[in-house]
Structure formats: C-alpha cells, structure tokens
C-alpha cells in the first residue's frame, strides 16, 4: 500500500464518523451568516424606505409653495397613462390595473385623500411584483407613480387641505366673537 492509499485510508477510518457533525457546524455558520446577511438587508431596505418618503415630502413642499405648478401634474398624468402598463400577473390583475386607470382618469383636483391611499396600495402592488417576477419596468412605474402622488398631495391636497382649515379658524372665530 503507498503513502497515498495510507493517508486516504487513515482519514476515512477517522474523518468518515465526524461527516454529519462536520455538516452540522457547517450548517449553523451558513445559518447564522444567512441572518446577518438578512438583518443588514432589512437595515437597507428600511434606509429606501426613508429615502422613498423623503422624496415624496420634498415633491409635497415644493407643490405646496407653488414651485411644482398644476402642468406639471398633469404632464406626470398623461405620462402615467401613456405607459400604463398591462395586469395579467399574481398581483397586479386586471382588476388592478382597471382601478388604476380610472383614478388617473379623474382629475388631479378632484382626488382625494382616499384616492391617493389606494394609489399608493397600486405602487406597492406593483413594486411587490417587480421583486417577486423580476419586471423591473413595473418597478419604475411604481416609482414615478409615487412621483404624481406626492405631486397631487403637494399641488392640490395639501392647499386644499389648508384652505379648509383656515375657513374653519374663521368660521370658530367668528362664532365665538
């Protein structure tokens, strides 16, 4: 027998009966690498959650102070509706995509706060299918959606909003004077 058959014969005689512990410990340091892995995906995930927000509320404030002006929103429709983009997956159905059509076929002075809700459940939608399927042109539209959301929240809604509560203040002052 020569040095090669000894070698391999003697790490078969002791090697061969530590295998499953061996790919145990090997499992549990993939188990815990995973979970590191996993919690510094979620810190990212939670840091576009932050950046998407910021977004949106630079596009509010820049609609509210009339630097955004009605054109634009509307510019942001009609791009919206010209790319609309067809429902026939796991989420993002037909049905979908018909409610989708018919809010951005209201007008943006007419939406509410109701409309902008279901707007934003649509680009969740969408940009939940673009990860699980890996359209990714479902992802950009989610992105520019939530573009003309924060436009409409910004250019009507928020006006909107405090037009009704400067009414009120006088509407409570006038009562109580």
């Known amino acids: 027998m020569g040095f090669v058959e000894t070698v391999l014969g003697i790490l078969a005689q002791y090697l061969l009966p530590l295998t499953p512990v061996i790919v145990v410990i090997a499992l549990i340091v993939m188990y815990y690498e995973l979970r590191i892995l996993s919690s510094k995906i979620d810190g990212l995930n939670s840091r576009i959650d932050d950046l998407i927000e910021f977004n949106g509320s630079l596009i509010e404030i820049l609609g509210a102070r009339n630097i955004l002006s009605p054109d634009t929103v509307i510019a942001l429709r009609a791009f919206l509706k010209a790319m609309m983009l067809s429902g026939s997956s796991k989420y993002y159905t037909k049905d979908v995509e018909e409610r989708l059509r018919s809010l951005l076929d209201k007008e943006p002075e007419e939406l509410t706060l109701e409309d902008l809700k279901e707007l934003e459940r649509i680009a969740d939608i969408l940009s939940k299918e673009a990860i699980e399927t890996g359209r990714y042109e479902l992802s950009r539209y989610a992105a520019r959606l939530r573009v ?28 109580t004077s």
């Open 148 to 175: 003309y959301i924060a436009a409409v929240r910004g250019v009507y809604i928020i006006p909107r909003l405090a037009r009704e509560m400067e009414k009120q203040k006088k509407t409570t002052s006038t009562t």
